[in-house]
T-cell receptor, first 113, second 112 residues
Framework: SAVISQKPSRDICQRGTSLTIQCQVD?????MFWYRQQPGQSLTLIAT?????????ESGFVIDKFPISRPNLTFSTLTVSNMSPEDSSIYLC??????????FGPGTRLTVL | AQSVTQLDSHVSVSEGTPVLLRCNYS??????LFWYVQHPNKGLQLLLK??????LVKGINGFEAEFKKSETSFHLTKPSAHMSDAAEYFC??????????FGTGTRLQVFP
């Protein structure tokens, strides 16, 4: 599997601000994904980051709130916009080279005050 | 509809005793099934996966899981627990070859 890094690893932000999370993979991968893990809960898929085109969002997630970029096959960003305390979560990116098995980054722990 | 049910939110075992973490699934398709582990303040690590080859799947750190279609189950086992196994474990199902659906997780505690 590829090695995945995320920046920042954690952050504390004020409500109303935005945070951009970066995900870097050390090799070219077909698919990249973004997940949210709310406190004490499981993971929920936010969107699939498509290289060179708009991300595909899951029900309940919208581009205005979670804009995603994927400029190439090794990098993606997720922005959490106009944050509220309810956005406090762990945000994880994952990659899949074969379209079946996903490998995850270490996550970004976000606290919104 | 696809879904994953982890039957126990918490499991406690003594070090050296067997571990059983239960997972049932529902899928209209032939699923791929996964177990991931999340240690405190860490990301998810893949333990093992089932993709319609052998029904008994061996993973890392001595874990294994058996796919039972008749019972729609994919339980995770380990013969002897170590203190380092204490973590959150997630069962997940893949459909349409790319999207993962996760169970709610099972927290494993290991007592000395």
């Amino acid at each position: 599997s590829a090695v995945i890094s995320q920046k920042p690893s954690r952050d504390i932000c004020q409500r109303g601000t935005s945070l951009t999370i970066q995900c870097q993979v050390d090799s070219q991968v077909t698919m990249m994904f973004w997940y949210r893990q709310q406190p004490g809960q499981s993971l929920t898929l936010i969107a699939t980051a498509n290289q060179g085109s708009e991300a595909t969002y899951e029900s309940g997630f919208v581009i205005d709130k979670f804009p995603i970029s994927r400029p190439n096959l090794t990098f993606s960003t997720l922005t959490v916009s106009n944050m509220s305390p309810e956005d406090s979560s762990i945000y994880l990116c994952s990659e899949s080279a074969d379209g079946d098995t996903q490998y995850f980054g270490p996550g970004t722990r976000l606290t919104v005050l | 509809a696809q879904s994953v049910t982890q039957l126990d939110s918490h499991v406690s075992v003594s070090e050296g005793t067997p571990v059983l973490l239960r997972c049932n699934y529902s899928s209209s398709y032939s699923p791929s099934l996964f177990w991931y582990v999340q240690h405190p303040n860490k990301g998810l690590q893949l333990l093992l996966k089932y993709t319609s080859a052998a029904t008994l799947v061996k993973g890392i750190n001595g874990f294994e899981a058996e796919f039972k279609k008749s019972e729609t189950s994919f339980h995770l086992t380990k013969p002897s627990a170590h203190m380092s196994d204490a973590a959150e474990y997630f069962c997940a199902l893949s459909y349409n070859t790319d999207k993962l659906i996760f169970g709610t997780g099972t927290r494993l505690q290991v007592f000395p």
